[in-house]
């Protein structure tokens, strides 16, 4: 039996962190874009501009393009988000890449592209495009075409001719016909899984009934010229709005179930005084899309945030940004890959800040922001296609009540739960309606905990240095407790899980409490506290008491006061992604512990 579920559990870890097929066709069902199995497919991208000037795919004079594509492998993303200018299709097709480069007076970049990619030299700019996109499938990554601009220029501005529709630059029939040609000329490609139609719409002639005029006849043009991809369509106020689609929205069946909204976020997007604030702003604007009757996939298709960590203001929001991603589930694409341009602005090799690489094209710009990332990644529960009557949402241990549910904490530990055999609980434990119930047969199971603080800067269970641990756990149980809640620190997991008990003492000071663990509960003294807190776990489990696993603070400390640093998304001690590591950590380091469960509760927050 054991074995069969350490096999089931690992199968599941594969479903969860492995990378997403594009073998088959996207489509969107509800509020999830899934593939023709009905499994779900997150996008995880990042933006690799193509649009400005030269017409070029970024950094392809700094590396080699399949050296590039690589790195974006290495870093996980599954998709990347390539943007192309209308007039690359319309008016420049058959230029070559030599010549605007010539022409822009770029000889360092041409020297540089001859040295890294010397075929593309000699290719149009479209050939070069399509390049890019075949290096990038070729390396097992979805592409996301996204029409960033009419005139190849650095976008946006509201008077930059490229706005709205019917703009200097944007004439609403020549970014039709650019469309077509995209979707037709990609058609026969799978990595491309979707169109953009048309970045940041913006400008003093924005208005909504001009969007209901053109956007769906672009969404319908490049629907019919490639019924294959997802078609993607942005809001108004550069990509922040799309609430007047509350009034009057589209039916996605025109579409054949193709068709997905876009939003960007960034910290100058919204003006709130605090994070919650801001996501109630975003889902007022673009969240929404996904709640309610008729809910429909949203792909954040920008985010960003100075690098460097020089601006505090953006230090903030990519806090704040992480928190709602998380919560809500997003796919997404972060700005940028590049980590320097050709020209912009008119400045040669102009830095990029919020590029996910360096100048240099290869060393990463801010290595603890892409670890963080990770969390974001595919690995959600709704990859996993289980029909409702094995798990369903009424019936699995793990209610969505809390706000932020880590979803693969919940199917490693959750399948754990119905694999596991138990001796002495008919397990496992789930609801029928306001009641917490034994799932084999039925009958209600209350519990009648007690609390035992764990999460305090010893990160020890209080008293151990009193009395030995056996006796502790037996005198709950001759108070009739059926359930200890065990309260734990999440940097007990994420910063200090190689420490022991006895360095955290000595570095505490706490001689006198060292000497009574020494003569209570010698054994302790060389764990490191995740084996300490595992100790404890299985001493109560041995005595036939069940536990919730109560994730009670961030920082080692007494709780709790409202600017301890622990209250809430985003505080100093609240990192939201590596609160989602600890809680990955738990679930995974006693997914065998169901014996004596409770686990099933596993407290998120207080």
Request: charged fraction near 20%.
């Amino acid at each position: 039996m054991a074995v069969k579920s350490l096999q089931a559990i690992f199968l599941l870890s594969i479903l969860c962190f492995g990378v997403v097929s594009y073998s088959s066709l996207l489509s969107t069902q509800g509020r999830w874009i899934v593939d023709s199995t009905g499994r779900r497919v997150k996008l995880a991208c990042t933006t690799w501009a193509s649009h400005l000037e030269p017409m070029l795919a970024e950094g392809l004079h700094k590396k080699p393009l399949k050296d590039i594509v690589t790195k974006l492998v290495q870093l996980k993303f599954n998709c990347v988000r390539l943007t192309w200018a209308t007039y690359m299709f319309t008016r420049y097709g058959n230029m070559t890449v030599t010549k605007t480069l010539d022409n822009l007076h770029l000889a360092q970049a041409k020297q540089g592209i001859a040295q890294n990619n010397p075929a593309l030299l000699s290719m149009t700019h479209i050939q070069a495009f399509e390049a890019v996109v075949d290096e990038v499938g070729k390396q097992g990554i979805m592409v996301v075409l996204d029409n960033h601009v009419s005139n190849p220029k650095w976008c946006c501005a509201d008077e930059d001719g490229n706005g709205f529709f019917k703009d200097a630059d944007f004439d609403p029939t020549e970014w039709q016909f650019a469309l077509a040609n995209v979707a037709s000329r990609f058609s026969n490609k799978n990595q491309v899984v979707g169109m953009s139609l048309r970045n940041e719409l913006r400008g003093p002639r924005q208005n909504e009934d001009d969007w209901y005029n053109y956007v769906p006849a672009g969404a319908t043009v490049v629907h019919n010229a490639n019924p294959n991809v997802l078609v993607i369509l942005s809001g108004l106020n550069y990509a922040i709005d799309l609430s007047f689609l509350k009034k009057r929205s589209l039916d996605p069946s025109n579409w054949n179930n193709k068709l997905v909204y876009e939003a960007h976020w960034y910290p100058w997007s919204v003006h709130a005084d605090t994070c919650a604030d801001t996501i109630n702003v975003v889902y007022d604007h673009s969240l929404f899309l996904q709640d309610g009757d008729q809910p429909i996939p949203l792909f954040l298709s920008e985010f960003g945030f100075d690098q460097t960590g020089r601006t505090k203001a953006d230090n903030v929001f990519i806090n704040c940004f992480l928190t709602a991603a998380a919560k809500y589930d997003l796919s997404w694409s972060l700005w940028a890959l590049q980590g320097s341009y050709y020209i912009r602005d008119s400045k040669l090799d102009y830095e990029e800040v919020f590029g996910v690489l360096n100048a240099d094209w290869d060393t990463i710009r801010n290595p603890q922001f892409m670890k963080a990332l990770q969390m974001l990644h595919p690995y959600d529960s709704k990859t996993i296609k289980i029909s409702d009557n094995v798990i369903g949402t009424q019936n699995t241990l793990f209610v969505e009540a809390a706000a932020m549910a880590v979803k693969c904490f919940q199917d490693i530990f959750l399948l754990s739960v119905l694999c596991f055999g138990v001796a002495s609980y008919s397990l496992p434990l789930s609801t029928q309606g306001r009641w917490i119930v034994d799932s084999s047969s039925g009958r209600r199971v209350k519990l009648a905990c007690t609390c035992w603080p764990s999460h305090m800067k010893p990160m020890l269970a209080e008293g151990l240095h009193k009395k030995p641990l056996k006796d502790i756990v037996a005198k709950v149980v001759l108070q009739k407790f059926n359930c200890v809640r065990l309260t734990w620190a999440t940097y007990m997991l994420t910063r200090y899980s190689n420490n022991t008990v006895t360095q955290t003492f000595d570095n505490l000071h706490l001689a006198q409490a060292k000497q009574g663990i020494a003569q209570n509960n010698p054994a302790l003294l060389n764990m490191t506290h995740v084996q300490a807190f595992e100790a404890l776990v299985d001493e109560l489990g041995r005595q036939g008491l069940m536990v919730v696993l109560d994730n009670h603070v961030s920082n080692p400390k007494w709780f709790c006061a409202e600017e301890d640093g622990n209250g809430f998304f985003g505080d100093a001690d609240f990192n939201p992604l590596e609160w989602e590591r600890g809680l990955v950590a738990v679930a995974q380091q006693f997914s065998s512990k169901i014996r004596f469960i409770l686990y099933t509760a596993l407290s998120l927050f207080i």
